[in-house]
């Protein structure tokens, strides 16, 4: 799964989009949900991130 999103310079997440994901739809919400409670240090300019998740199931 590819997110993309935005860190603001109070280091809260917002505009979190999944760009890909394999199976569609499978892990999406939960993803996308966890990446807008993610907290950065606070920085000086906004950023842009992609970032590739991997979930893994156990039997």
Request: proline share 3%; hydrophobic share 45%.
């Amino acid at each position: 799964m590819i997110l993309e999103y935005t860190v603001a310079t109070d280091g809260t997440t917002r505009d979190v989009v999944v760009r890909a994901a394999e199976p569609e739809d499978a892990f999406d919400s939960a993803a996308v949900n966890a990446v807008k409670r993610w907290r950065y240090e606070p920085r000086v300019a906004e950023q842009r991130v992609a970032l590739r998740l991997r979930f893994r199931l156990s039997e």
